[in-house]
């Protein structure tokens, strides 16, 4: 329709416009690439459909001046500076994006091409980082472990020996304990996991799962009484183990981890709020990396592999779930997570 | 949304000729004056929103400064300010010279008043933003420390308000410019929140370096607290654009 629009504006200025059945232009319709056609007074005269979405243009109310359709500054000063080929960081919408300027069909008109590359960017920093991390991760309790072996070689009493012995079979374990989350997390996205849907009772599970963890803080929970579900009990059993050692980790000592559940639109809610120092939200889309630290300064517990919160997420998407984490109204992180369940049977598990 | 028609078209480039093809069939007709005046309205218009993309990348550089105490943009953060000081200036100019030439008639003198109001708004916006950089450059050289998440939240929480309130500047949206000012009080909460434990930091601390650090970052929540302020501003002149009303949303 739009594309009809300035076919007309295009005969109206005496500008014949292409002949064949379905024009380009109609292609360029349904192209998955975000196309803007500007006039000579910048004013957006006509945009196709993937560029419609991706600024909630109404086509009603084209043609609109550039800043008003799509409220990007920036892609405004890069239509002005006329450079044919940018990567932006747009304000308004807050994504990364490709432009490529090409002159229009008319004289004095534009055709402005975006690319959403925020999702790529944002894969390669993963990429690059999880190498660096990785090393990091495995180079502390290999230094530690080349350390006691060294100090074994000594003569030592036999105390001492006992002792460094014992320190380097800990290491050594931590070691095997990150080789085999890795494995985990690799089989898991291979997607070799096979989802056991069970009926269980939600508080039990967590009650099984904090007493497995032995929690040294207290524990509260608002559940509700008899709450049922049908879902993966021991997967989701892993993935709540990881979020309440987490939670512990960053709780100062004697301060409770609340833990809520319940089912609400087909889907099973499990949230855990520490009343730690929170996260600032620049990290929130990133806790669920692997190996990715919040504050590098400080160093994790002897037990963590850093990728805890990773396995989680991958246990939760296996079974069709999400995961999240917001900041608590009064201080204090929330880590969720959500995963459908079936309806409630009368057989049961 | 709640607008009336007839203010809607007079101070929407929707009027621009079309050629008849695009827009409702139950809007009015825009009145003489009101047609004579829209290309200056949607200049204006544009100029606003270009001076509102500024500022939403001066959000961005600070908040990035300011978590990575990075001073090139902090600096940058400053330099950047001239241009929006600028362009406030060409705004204004542009509104007197339609004023003076183009006599304009209630409506659409409304429409110049609000998007003059919405305009310095947004330049003070801006010289917050400035204070904290400052802020940060200062911070930059003393002892490092991390940063409390609430300023990451507080930040987070201004730059949506800000992109928000300008969705419903574009829109005239009312509705969603009363929403947007009521969730001022959220950045408020998180304020004093952030207020109370930099001043029981400030008590509790040694060291004349770190009370000067404290005394540093209640300024930035302060200004970040104030940047809040503005959106509602902005808010309550949305409201007087679409209605000619004067409300009070604080």
């Known amino acids: 329709m739009i594309w009809d629009r300035w076919r007309r504006r295009l005969w109206e200025e005496g500008i014949r416009p292409p002949d064949p059945p379905r024009p380009f232009e109609d292609v360029l319709e349904e192209a998955p690439v975000i196309a803007l056609l500007i006039d000579r007074d910048r004013r957006v005269i006509a945009a196709n459909q993937a560029a419609r979405r991706f ?14 359709a799509t409220r990007e500054g920036r892609l405004a000063e890069a239509l002005r500076a006329g450079r044919p080929e940018a990567e932006l960081r747009l304000t308004h919408c807050q994504r990364s994006v490709q432009v490529k ?9 534009t055709l402005l091409f975006l690319t959403d590359v925020t999702e790529l960017r944002r894969l390669e920093t993963v990429r690059q980082e999880f190498v660096a991390n990785l090393s990091h991760e495995l180079r502390t309790p290999l ?34 304990g990150i080789v085999a989350n890795l494995r985990q997390l690799a089989e898991i996205e291979a997607g070799h996991l096979t989802v056991a849907r069970t009926r269980f009772e939600v508080k039990e599970l967590i009650e099984e799962a904090a007493a497995r963890l032995r929690l040294d803080r207290p524990l509260e929970l608002d559940i509700p009484e ?19 050692d987490n939670a512990a980790k960053f709780s100062p000592p004697g301060s409770p981890i609340e833990v809520r559940a319940g089912v609400e639109a087909g889907e099973l809610r499990i949230t855990v709020r520490d009343h730690g120092p929170g996260i600032s939200p620049e990290h929130w889309p990133r806790v669920f990396e692997r190996f990715y ?16 919160l990773s396995i989680t997420k991958h246990l939760v998407l296996a079974q069709g779930g999400r995961v999240w984490t917001e900041a608590a109204r009064d201080g204090g992180q929330i880590f969720g997570l959500a995963v459908p369940v079936g309806p409630p049977t009368e057989e049961g598990a | 949304m709640s607008s009336s028609p007839v203010n809607r078209g007079a101070l929407s480039s929707r009027t621009v000729a079309t050629g008849g093809v695009a827009g409702p069939t139950h809007r009015p007709a825009p009145e003489a004056v009101g047609e004579r005046l829209a290309p200056h309205l949607h200049r204006l218009r544009e100029s606003v929103l270009g001076l509102a993309g500024l500022v939403e990348s001066q959000i961005d550089d600070t908040l990035v400064a300011l978590r990575t105490f990075d001073l090139g943009v902090a600096d940058r953060v400053r330099t950047n ?13 542009q509104v007197v010279a339609v004023i003076a030439t183009r006599r304009p008639e209630a409506p659409e003198l409304r429409s110049l008043m609000a998007l003059e109001y919405v ?40 730059s949506r308000q800000v992109r928000d309130i300008l969705d419903a500047l574009v829109e005239e949206d009312v509705v969603r410019a009363r929403e947007v000012a009521a969730r001022d009080d959220e950045i408020d909460r998180l304020y004093h929140r952030l207020f109370d434990a930099l001043v029981t930091e400030l008590a509790t601390t040694g060291d004349p370096s770190d009370a000067l650090r404290t005394v540093m970052l209640i300024d930035v929540a302060h200004d970040l607290e104030r940047l809040g302020d503005r959106v ?19």
């Open chain 1, 55 to 68: 600024f909630r243009l109404e086509p009603e109310r084209l043609p609109l001046g550039l800043l008003e």
């Open chain 2, 81 to 93: 300010d001239r241009a929006l000081n600028e362009l406030l200036r060409e705004i204004r100019e």
């Open chain 2, 119 to 158: 305009a310095t708004e947004l330049e003070r916006m801006g010289d917050y933003l400035v204070r904290i950089a400052r802020q940060t450059s200062t911070l930059a050289g003393l002892q490092p420390g991390r940063l409390r998440p609430e300023f990451g939240l507080m930040g987070e929480l201004a």
């Open chain 1, 226 to 244: 008899r709450l049922e579900a049908v879902a993966d009990r021991s997967k989701l059993a892993q993935a709540l183990d990881n979020l309440l």
């Open chain 1, 101 to 109: 300027l090409v002159p229009g069909p008319a004289p004095g008109d």
């Open chain 1, 293 to 308: 630290k919040v504050d590098p300064a400080r160093s994790r517990g002897d037990t963590g592999s850093g990728l805890g």
């Open chain 1, 143 to 176: 230094t530690s472990l080349r350390l006691t072996a060294e100090s074994l070689l000594d003569d030592l009493p036999e105390p001492d020996r006992k002792r460094f012995a014992a320190r380097a079979l800990k290491e050594a374990d931590h070691l095997a």
């Open chain 2, 232 to 250: 509602v501003n902005v808010a309550e002149d949305i409201l007087f654009l679409a209605s000619g009303q004067v409300v009070e949303l604080g």
